[in-house]
């Protein structure tokens, strides 16, 4: 964002511009600094870089400030500050809004995580695609994979909302700890960021015109997809799913590719606070 750090020096805020250099490095550059005077955390990039960021601050009472930078940008559409305008008042607003941390594929999560077919989708994603065209280069892959998805056998295994065993099937999984999901569509109009919950989505169907569906209804943000045939959601605290194709399934935390089953993901870690217009 060129600019920025002007712009908020003229607003009394003194920001350093330090760059990333592989992953989990925002995650260690911010750990490094909490022996310091530091007033907030300002992540400009993606839901990935801000999951890094919250995970080094998790049991601190140091805001995180978004400037929205990757592709989808879902915890910035969440919070209200996805627009450059609300996302660079918020940096000196006094008003926050918590954002739960669950850990998922032995990392940060903040969004949700996925096993089957949209994890493969971010699997297979060309880098270069997603950095040119956004969304519509992940559409691409999207829609080879849809002809070849086999709807695998996965089985899931946790504990519910009121902390109760539980074991379902399906054939694609999806969690969501925002109700957004790739943008502004609502995966679950039940999620709650603020909450110590996640929503699972459970795909039960083995139709190609049913997951189809699926994303067409989600992308028209009402939910219409819950209302599926061979769609179930709840609540729950934590899972892991496992493959029971005879071979290990793709899995994404956060829209990005985070290796294969079985996964863990949850119970919650802890909090952090997100800095939101007043």
């Known amino acids: 964002m060129p600019g920025l750090v002007s ?16 992953p989990r490095h925002a995650t260690e550059l911010v750990a490094s600094r909490l022996g310091g005077a530091l007033d907030l955390v300002a992540v400009a990039g993606g839901d990935g870089t801000l999951a890094e960021v919250a995970e080094a601050l998790l049991g601190r009472r140091v805001p995180i400030a ?10 910035a559409r969440e919070y209200g500050v996805a627009g450059a305008g609300a996302a660079e008042a918020a940096l000196v607003s006094a008003r926050t809004r918590p954002l739960t941390v669950f850990r998922a594929a032995d990392r940060a999560c903040v ?5 089957g077919f949209d994890a493969r989708v971010m699997t297979h994603t060309v880098p270069l695609l997603k950095r040119l065209f956004g969304r519509t280069g992940i559409g691409w892959t999207a829609a080879l994979e849809w002809l070849k998805y086999e709807f695998p056998a996965i ?8 902390g109760r065993p539980f074991r379902r099937e399906a054939t694609f999984v999806l969690s969501a700890n ?4 790739g ?22 169907s083995r139709s190609k015109r049913t997951l189809m569906l699926f994303y067409h209804r989600l992308s028209r943000g009402k939910a219409g997809h819950l209302a599926l045939e061979g ?21 994404q935390v956060d829209g990005d590719g985070a290796g294969t089953t079985p996964v863990d993901v949850g119970p919650a870690e802890g909090r952090v606070e997100i800095l939101v217009p007043d």
């Open 7 to 22: 712009r908020a020096a003229a607003r009394g805020l003194d920001l350093d511009a330090i760059p990333t250099e592989r």
């Open 66 to 75: 978004i400037l929205p930078a990757g592709t989808t940008n879902v915890v």
């Open 111 to 115: 969004i949700g995580a996925g096993v």
């Open 155 to 162: 089985t899931v295994e946790g504990l519910d909302a009121e």
């Open 178 to 181: 925002t109700s957004r999901y």
């Open 183 to 204: 943008g502004n569509p609502v995966l679950s109009p039940h999620a709650d960021p603020a909450d110590d919950l996640l929503d699972l989505v459970l795909f039960t």
């Open 231 to 251: 769609v179930a959601r709840m609540a729950v605290r934590s899972f892991t799913a496992r493959s029971e194709a005879g071979y290990e399934l793709e899995v």
